[in-house]
């Protein structure tokens, strides 16, 4: 059962019960989750292949009177909302620096029905390494997504090289050896998390959706809502014909005029570069590009 499935469920006692009038204000609990969950996608940063860091602490701004109607009942939304948070970290392979909290916060710049979500990452002051938890994605109704940067001294999703290497054998004398021809030159294999493979190399692609894996076996991959995609992605964010992801050195991705855009490692685009470990949200769903020579 889907994250969001749960968390509606869940509501519904509340709904019957305690919550009955505040859930008819103009701004609905399903929507502030569906936006907490893009925000940990448009702000995930990629530590290493294994380890992706969402925040961890949510603002959500509301209008005076859905703030009036929501705040009475700020703890126990609060839960619930932390709660779901979690269950879609867990489902994304996300991480957290520390605890998970959400706040509600009046702004007097919104009308009835209008939000904004901010979030940041806090450390917890028990841990300074990440600790592996659930998240959620989720696009916010303001302000775009912060700018993303790869963590200090290493590029997205590749570990640093080592400070001391061992030393290099010494030049052959010139003219190779003696009494023979000179040796050919042997090409540079590339470096670096922009790097293709070697010519003649055999390159596996693949993307990852909610755990399942699909082949890339075609110059070109169709992903979208509709039946007819190569790739069908049930999700009412997503347009029948969303995206394409083309296969190459490198490989790519590219819009196809969909109605909600695509995000390619936290930066709304309509076109970009995909790299091993690359995150491409669409609508509510977050894909992984994923390619590996052998």
């Given at each position: ?39 940990c ?53 996300y ?17 009835t ?64 050896r ?83 855009g ?20 669409v ?12």
């Amino acid at each position: 059962m889907g994250v969001m499935k749960k968390f509606e469920q869940r509501l519904e006692g509340l709904v019957n019960g305690t919550f009955a009038k505040v859930f008819k204000s103009e701004v609905q609990p399903v929507e502030i989750a569906g936006a907490l969950q893009r925000e940990c996608d448009n702000n995930a940063t990629i530590w290493n292949r294994d380890r992706t860091v969402v925040p961890n602490d949510f603002i959500v701004e509301l209008s005076a009177p859905d703030f009036e109607r929501l705040s009475p009942y700020s703890g126990q939304l609060g839960d619930e909302l932390s709660g779901m948070v979690r269950e879609y970290a867990k489902q994304q392979r996300y991480s957290f620096m520390g605890p998970i909290k959400v706040h509600l916060e009046k702004a007097d710049d919104l009308d009835t029905g209008l939000y904004r979500v901010r979030s940041r990452t806090l450390a917890s002051s028990t841990s300074q390494s990440p600790e592996r938890a659930p998240a959620a994605p989720a696009a916010p109704t303001g302000p775009g997504p912060a700018d993303r940067r790869p963590p200090a001294g290493g590029g997205y999703g590749y570990p640093q090289q080592p400070s001391s290497a061992p030393p290099m054998p010494a030049a052959p004398p010139p003219g190779g050896r003696p009494g023979g021809p000179a040796p050919a030159p042997v090409p540079n294999r590339p470096q670096g998390p922009g790097a293709g493979p070697l010519p003649g190399a055999q390159v596996r692609r693949w993307i990852e959706i909610n755990g399942n894996r699909h082949q890339i076996s075609r110059p070109t991959l169709v992903l979208g809502r509709s039946t007819d995609a190569d790739v069908r992605i049930d999700d009412p964010g997503v347009s029948r014909r969303h995206c394409e992801i083309r296969t190459g050195t490198p490989s790519t991705i590219a819009d196809l005029g969909s109605t909600n855009g695509i995000v390619v490692d936290g930066q709304h685009t309509t076109r970009a570069t995909l790299r091993d470990g690359s995150r491409i949200v669409v609508g509510q769903t977050t894909i992984v590009y994923r390619q590996a020579e052998g």
